[in-house]
C-alpha cells in the first residue's frame, strides 16, 4: 500500500487509535487527528503525523484538510470518520442543546469532512469515505437515544451520498461495531451531567442503574471485541477492490441486522428490551 494516504479522526484512543496504527503498519500514510491538541502531540511523538480536528470546530476540520492536502501535494486516498461521543439519558429528558451538541459532532461533523475531500477524491478518480456508525444505527436502545438518533441519521445520509457517488470512484460505506472496548462509557459522564438533570426526572428511580453503569467500573460488555475488530474491517474497506456497502462487526450487529428485518416491531421493541 505504499504511497497511499488516510485521514483519520478520534486517533485519541480506541477504534480511531488502533486504526492508524495497523494502517500504518501497513505501508498507509496516516493523518491521525484527534479534537485535543495534547492527544496530537502524543501521537507526534509516536512518529505520526498528527493535528488537531474537532467535528464541532468547523475551522478545524477546514484547516486538517488544507494542512493534509499540503503535505500530500493534492491527493487524498481514503477518510475514516471515526470520532464520536453518546450522551445517555431518556429522550423525555434531553433538552434541545443536547440534541444540537451531539449532532454537530456526530453528523454535521462527519458530513463537513466528506464534502471537503470529496471534490479532491473525484478529480483523482478514486477515493473512499468510511463512516463510523454503530448497532445502534440499525436498531434503538433505551438511555441512548441522543447516540441513536445521530447514528440514524448518518445511515440514511451515508446511503443517499454511497448512490449519488456511484460512477464518480468515490466509493462511500458504512462500517457498523457493537460492543467495542473503547472509552466512549467514561468519555459520555460529562455530556450526562451537563444536559441530563435526573434528580428532577419522572424517571429518577429508574435513572440508579444507569449512573452505576456509567461511574462504577465493571468488566468487559457481553460480546465485547477489542478496537481491533474494526480496523480489520477497516483494511477491507480501504484496501478491497469492491468493497462492500456496509461492514458488521461483532455479533449483536449481525443479529440485530437480521432481526430488525424478519421480526415486527412490538417483538423486536421485547427482545431489545431483555438484552
Known sequence: MTGKSILITGCSSGIGLDAARGLRARGWRVFATCRQQGDCDRLVAEGFESFRLDYADEASIATAVET???LTGGRLDAVFNNGAYACPGAVEDLPRGALREIFEVNLFGYHDLA?????VMRKQGHGRIVNCSSVLGLVGMKWRGAYVATKFAMEGLTDVMRIEMAGTGVEVILIEPGPIGTRIRENAIPHFEK????ENSARRDEYAALRGRLYEKSGPDKFELPSSAVTAKLIHAVEAPRPKARYFVTTPTYLMN?????LPTRLLDWVIAKG
Open 195 to 198: 444536559w441530563i438533570d435526573w
Open 258 to 262: 437480521i432481526a430488525r428485518r424478519l
Open 68 to 70: 493534509t492536502l499540503g
Open 115 to 119: 464534502r471537503r475531500v470529496i471534490p
